[in-house]
C-alpha cells in the first residue's frame, strides 16, 4: 500500500509540474511546437514509470528458480501473478492519473 501511494503521489507531482510548465498554450506556431515538447515529455514519463517493471521479477529471481525447480507453478503462472497486479496498480494507474491531469491542464 504505501509503494502505491507514492508512486501515484510521485505521478500527481509530476503531472502538475508539467501542466504548469504548459499552461494554456496559445494556438500559434510556438504553442504547436511546444505541444510537441509536452508531448515528448509525456511519453518519457511514461517510459520512465513503466521501466521499473523488469525490478519486479529481478529482486525474486532466486526465489521463483528455487519454486520452479522444486515444481512449485509454471513460468507462465508465475509470470501472470507478478505481472497483473503489478501493471495494473504501479503501472497503467499512475499513467493515466498523470496523464489526464497533462491533458487538461496543456
Known sequence: PTEFILVNITAIIVA????????????DLSGIQNRIGCLFLVVMLIVTFNLACIET???????????YTHGYYRV?????????????????????VANLIIYFMA
Open 16 to 27: 502538475l509540474l508539467f501542466g504548469g510548465i504548459y499552461w494554456q498554450l496559445k494556438y
Open 57 to 67: 521479477f529481478l529482486e525474486s529471481k532466486v526465489q521463483f528458480i528455487h519454486e
Open 76 to 96: 507462465s503462472s508465475y509470470f501472470f501473478s507478478n505481472l497483473i497486479p503489478d501493471l495494473v496498480v504501479k503501472r497503467i494507474l499512475p499513467t493515466l
